[in-house]
């Protein structure tokens, strides 16, 4: 099992930003959440417009519940983890992101289960086709080991192997923490609540070249001691670039930009808690963070 200091695990919480943060230590849901909950406004038009549609596809599938994301009512697909990751973004966007994935740590579980269409056929995607992954990722530091198990179920139309037009994505995440003992033995980390898994979907719209034709928007129910709602919206100022806009509570808490999907230009957090630790405003370049007063995201 592969360790990571604090240090690369701290890199790759802010890579995530603090979507990918909120998301990763979820730790509740109400069962009768989608029936009761409703998503808080969000001054963002491009969001505001998806959030009735959004609240009815996060209660349908947390009614649904595990049954909605099981594998076994499909073809599992004999492929490896980059191979999935290939067939699922497109080879458009994977060739970007080839430099970046090579420099993450590996999930312990990688799975694509096909539900209609074919699988991949030379390594991609053609036609209309709905599809689950599952993964299992495992970070260790110093004693304590953070376990990630994550299902998703996406359904949208593949050209000559590229995501085009409107995809929907649904995602499953469970997180939780263990101590490994002197004996190698796992003791799991228990809190207040009982620890549950988060939900959230996805949209997007794509064009022939896998850019977006608007922004895509992801709204996620995340647990705690409440109930909280993450929204993220994320537009394309040209084929290389993107910038993230962050919204917790229906309130933006960070911005942050992307070139050839790594992290590049400010990453600013609005949060005052974080902003008074120091963490305001930083600086990446290419996916590497930076001491500068300027900072330049072309």
């Known amino acids: ?105 590996q999930p312990e579980i990688s799975r694509l289960v096909v539900l209609s269409g074919a699988c991949p056929q030379g390594g991609t995607f053609n036609g209309p086709v709905e599809y689950i992954t599952e993964t299992t990722m495992r970070f260790t530091m110093d004693s304590v080991v953070s376990a990630t198990e994550t299902k998703q179920r996406s359904a949208g139309v593949f050209i000559n192997g590229n995501p085009i037009g409107d995809h929907v994505t649904y995602r499953w995440l469970l997180s939780s923490a263990f101590h490994r003992l002197a004996s190698g033995e796992l003791i799991e980390v228990k809190g207040e609540h009982p620890i549950r898994p988060s939900y959230s979907v996805f949209y997007q719209t794509l064009d022939s070249g896998s850019r977006l034709v608007r922004p895509s928007v992801n709204f996620s129910w995340i647990g705690g001691p409440g109930i909280q709602a993450m929204a993220i919206i994320s537009r394309e100022v040209d084929g290389e670039r993107v910038v993230t806009d962050s919204h917790y509570d229906g309130k933006l808490v960070s911005r942050t930009r992307y070139k050839n999907h790594q992290l590049h230009g400010w990453t600013e957090n609005f949060q005052p808690e974080l902003v008074k630790m120091g963490m305001g405003k930083q600086c990446y370049q290419n996916g590497q963070m930076v001491k500068a007063v300027e900072c330049p995201d072309t």
């Open 1 to 105: 099992m592969p360790k990571f200091r604090i240090a690369r695990v701290i890199r790759s919480l802010r890579f995530l930003g603090i979507a990918g943060l909120a998301m990763g230590m979820a730790l509740s849901m109400n069962s009768a959440y989608g029936q009761a909950k409703r998503l808080p406004p969000v001054a963002d038009p491009d969001a505001s417009a998806l959030i009735g549609r959004a609240e009815n596809d996060l209660a349908r599938v947390i009614d649904a519940g595990p049954a909605f994301f099981d594998s076994s009512q499909g073809t599992v697909c004999p492929l490896d983890h980059e191979n999935i990751t290939r067939a699922t973004v497109g080879p458009l966007v994977y060739t970007k992101m080839a430099q970046h994935l090579g420099a993450q740590p």
